[in-house]
């Protein structure tokens, strides 16, 4: 996995990673952005952020699907069902809404038929900062029955996100911290 990590690294560094002054989700000021939509939306990207999730995922034969807040994670998950059902063990997908859908069933997760009641599921995310998205999402899923065991990240900013989250019963792990990104990027 080493190798598809630095490999990743050097991508996200070309595609997603800026630095300079910008305002975050959170309200927080950055000197850095990440954009990691350039990369998962990158097939060479997209392939290799879905192969370190499924590797991830190996030690954990429980999850039975994987989910995310739309629009960040809507790429990742769908990385992660293609490729897991090549590799023979199929986790399907599901994707959280910002807001409920606002008419027919006018529900908050998308994807329900293919996951099955109550299923263990791991949610994917592509940044971490405060980990406030997550937690909402984290509610979102709990909500509609199902048991959260796994959060993934491609990068956690180490800003608070990984405490807030173990604080509402959840651990994070993510494939980089920033400071790992930028010692892999340089190999």
């Given at each position: 996995?080493?190798?598809?990590?630095?490999?990743?690294?050097k991508?996200?560094?070309?595609?997603?990673?800026?630095?300079?002054?910008?305002?975050?989700?959170?309200?927080?000021?950055?000197?850095?952005?990440?954009?990691?939509?350039?990369?998962?939306?990158h097939?060479?990207?997209?392939?290799?952020?879905?192969?370190?999730?499924?590797e991830?995922?190996?030690?954990?034969?429980?999850?039975?699907?994987?989910?995310?807040?739309?629009l960040?994670?809507?790429?990742?998950?769908?990385?992660?069902?293609?490729?897991?059902?090549?590799?023979?063990?199929?986790?399907?997908?599901?994707?959280?809404?910002?807001?409920?859908?606002?008419?027919?069933?006018n529900?908050?997760?998308?994807?329900?038929?293919n996951l099955?009641?109550?299923?263990?599921?791991?949610?994917?995310?592509?940044?971490v900062?405060?980990?406030?998205?997550?937690?909402?999402?984290?509610?979102?899923?709990?909500?509609?029955?199902?048991?959260?065991?796994?959060?993934?990240?491609?990068?956690?900013?180490?800003?608070?996100?990984?405490?807030?989250?173990?604080?509402?019963?959840?651990?994070?792990?993510?494939?980089?911290?920033?400071?790992?990104?930028?010692?892999?990027?340089?190999?």
């Amino acid at each position: 996995m080493e190798e598809l990590k630095v490999r990743l690294a050097k991508l996200l560094m070309q595609l997603s990673y800026v630095e300079g002054e910008v305002t975050l989700t959170s309200g927080k000021k950055s000197d850095y952005y990440f954009d990691c939509k350039q990369t998962a939306l990158h097939p060479e990207g997209s392939w290799l952020i879905g192969k370190c999730f499924l590797e991830m995922l190996k030690g954990r034969p429980e999850v039975q699907a994987v989910g995310g807040m739309t629009l960040g994670a809507d790429p990742l998950v769908s990385s992660v069902t293609v490729l897991s059902h090549v590799d023979e063990h199929p986790l399907p997908g599901f994707i959280i809404r910002k807001k409920s859908k606002g008419h027919g069933t006018n529900q908050y997760l998308e994807g329900l038929k293919n996951l099955p009641e109550g299923a263990k599921v791991a949610l994917l995310e592509d940044v971490v900062t405060t980990g406030g998205t997550l937690v909402t999402a984290c509610e979102r899923v709990r909500d509609a029955g199902f048991e959260i065991v796994s959060v993934l990240s491609v990068l956690d900013r180490e800003e608070g996100g990984r405490e807030n989250l173990e604080q509402a019963g959840l651990s994070l792990e993510s494939i980089f911290t920033r400071s790992q990104l930028l010692e892999a990027a340089k190999r």
